[in-house]
């Protein structure tokens, strides 16, 4: 998949022109907080887990991290990320580019709170050079998530 994938996915909601390229990397929170002259906790970042054998992503704020208490109390199992190596495989794009558009049908999606202290937050677009900017609620609507939930510590 690619940022077409998402260009596409992102049409069906009218968000696909706010996709913004970029020359340079957008890969690592620090990079894309630079190239999108943000603080690094509003760019969200999209992480891989195998929850249950179903790839899963949980978008969190760019300064957060898992809380393995609150993420095993949550999903009844402790966290395993994806191999790197697996990750555009089972999700549907590489790692820096990871995000919840335009991916595989059976990934599940969910959205931490940390994201909540933000009006706006900046996923990317299934390259590691791409960005787009979404409120909250648009967020919700084209992630096609599950549920807000509380796994990360800031």
Known sequence: MSIEAVRKHLEKYG???????????????????????CEPARIAKSLSFIINDIPTIIVVAGDAKINNQKFKAKFKTKAKMIAG?????????????????????NVKVYLDESMKRFETMLPACGTP?????????ELEKASNYIEWIDVCQI
């Open 15 to 37: 968000l696909d022109s706010k996709i913004k390229e970029f020359t340079e990397s957008t890969a690592t929170v620090e990079e894309a907080a630079k190239v999108n002259s």
């Open 85 to 105: 190596s697996d990750v555009e495989n089972l999700i549907g794009h590489p790692i820096g580019g990871v995000c919840p558009f335009g991916i595989k049908d």
């Open 129 to 137: 050079n791409s960005a787009i900017e979404l409120t909250l609620e």
